[in-house]
């Protein structure tokens, strides 16, 4: 097993270099041999056998190196499947699955979801469309070692091969775990950068057989092996809602593996029968569909409940992989008394799909019954709280600081329950963050991730408050993970483009701010939010129509805001923060948003 950017791998990625027979481009020879080529915001060095973005060296298996190699020295050229597999693999029969997955693990590392640089052409190729070049090499005269205790400035990379190891390792630490806000390094986290080297396992949809359907209990089931599985040492797990898709009939595990990224796809069902519960589960390799595992687990009675701990084991032992430390399995329902059981599970499965006030009162109501059947349910609390917070969210809520009251009572009673329970820390960060307190909120963040590792919607809230904590710098990596993680939610892609947007805007890269805030509203047009940014980017830019324009789009969307009004609902006093967002407020003051 490799760490993110071992030394081993980078060695791996600067051998493989001479075998690749890399074919010419037409016309010409392949200049690609030596030296470091720059595209876009990347750098390929050959002659260290590194991928590097920012000076941050990103980690790609070798075949994904060697197929960047061909990419860079032909760009702006359809380069065919065909012409990739005999570059990058001249003496082996693969198939057409290896390029996707290799094409995959290189978009995923530059974070080209919307292939803005690494363009498909059905049933045709690809092609790198960015102008490359040929960078200069400068020697660099050789600087005394720092003197013990001294710091090196920021932004400058540690001298000692060994430090730049360990500082990497910590970060990557830190991400997996969730460290405390003190620990968070000052650097940005680039966690993007070892995706391509973990493995990925999706879980799909359980199929439901219980008679009568118990769709709740299926996706309570694999909700829990989610949680669980992401503890996996160097595993990514992909969110439910991104997995949702493959279920049925459509729980094709090569489609699914190729979709969403994954390496791994666990599939499965779930049958109840009374008091019994049988669960079956297999683990495939997503590239062939070959099973790696497969059983049947029969539980009989809630207190029996033990799949987090039975599935993932063998899961673990599936990869050849080891847990962080001893795992112990939370058992979330079997604590449960019969009465609470199901209003909890119908609670939480309604809960995700609330879209009006009528149906957050109605899940309310199931979490209320489950409490007066067992109030000390610590999951039914944290549903409970999270039915506040929604309306709070929303704007329902007529009696703001009574139900923030409420869902702070009921998170820290879930908390207190169990210690252990990563959902009432992710609620702790919200009510933390309504009441104003950024450095809380994102503490608790911190500790939801400790938790549950790669969580995305913490992910994605971790990189929201490190920008209202002005650290614009520490934004992107966090969100491309969770983008990473749960591809197919738009919604969470969406917000994510948007507050990779406000970071870059935040660092005055107000063009690559607004291709962001493009891509927020092609994910979801209705997301106003992304069309007053654009709408204040145009206006400092004098773009004045297109300002205009993009004012309209937002008033259309959300109508009554005022600048005066935006301001008002502003949590963050980091003055560093203010001198950006005063900018903004700038922009829309002149694309005629009214005081």
Known sequence: MTAAFAPKELAMNAEILPKAAVSAAPGGSDPVKEGIWCFDRFELDLDRGEFRSAGNTISLRPKTFALLRHLVAHPARLVSRDELLGAVWPDVVVTEDSVTQCVGDLRSAMGDRAQALLKTVPKRGYILDAPVSRRAQITQPVEPEPRAGARSAPGQPARSGRSWFVAVALVIAALSVGLAASWWPAQPVHVD??????????????????????????????????????????????????????????????????????????????????????????????????????????YVGAAQWNWQQDITQRIANALDDRLYGEFQARKSYATLKPGAIDATLQGVYLLRRARSHEDVLRVRALFESALAA?????????????????????????????????????????????????????????????????????????????????????????????????????????????????????????????????????????????????????????????????????????????????????????????IGSLRATEVSTNPQFWVERNRFYAGLRKAGMHE
């Open 193 to 298: 950068s070892g995706v391509a080297a973990r493995r990925t396992v999706a879980i799909l949809p359980f199929t439901d057989l219980s008679e009568p359907p118990s769709p709740a209990f299926s996706e309570a089931v694999a909700e829990d092996l989610i949680a669980s599985v992401s503890k996996l040492s160097n595993t990514l797990v992909l969110a439910l809602d991104s997995t949702g898709g493959f279920t049925g009939k459509n729980a094709n595990v090569r489609a699914a593996g190729r979709e969403l990224g994954a390496t791994h796809v666990l599939t499965g069902s779930v049958q109840r029968r009374g008091e019994i519960t049988l669960i079956r589960a297999q683990l495939q390799r997503s590239d062939s569909g070959a099973v790696l595992w497969s059983e049947r687990f029969e």
């Open 374 to 562: 067992d109030p000390n349910s610590s999951t039914a609390l944290a549903g409970l709280g999270f039915t506040h917070l929604a309306d709070i969210n929303m704007r329902w809520s007529t009696e703001r600081e009574r139900q923030t009251e409420l869902a702070s009572q009921a998170m820290e009673r879930a908390i207190a329950l169990r210690p252990d329970f990563a959902a009432a820390y992710y609620g702790r960060s919200q009510i933390s963050y309504i009441r104003g307190r950024i450095d809380d909120a994102a503490l608790a963040c911190e500790q939801a991730l400790k938790l549950w590792p790669n969580q995305p919607m913490c992910l994605r809230r971790l990189g929201f408050l490190r920008l209202e904590q002005g650290r614009p710098d520490e934004v992107e990596p966090l969100i491309n993970l969770a983008m990473r993680l749960d591809p197919l939610n738009a919604l969470q892609i969406s917000y994510g483009h948007l507050y990779i947007g406000m970071a870059r805007f935040h660092r005055h890269e107000d063009d690559r701010a607004y291709e962001e805030m493009q891509k927020a509203v092609a994910a979801i047009p209705q997301n106003g939010f992304g069309w007053h940014w654009m709408a204040a980017i145009d206006a400092l830019h004098g773009r004045d129509e297109q300002a205009k324009a993009n004012l309209a789009r937002y008033e259309q969307i959300i109508p009554g805001h005022t």
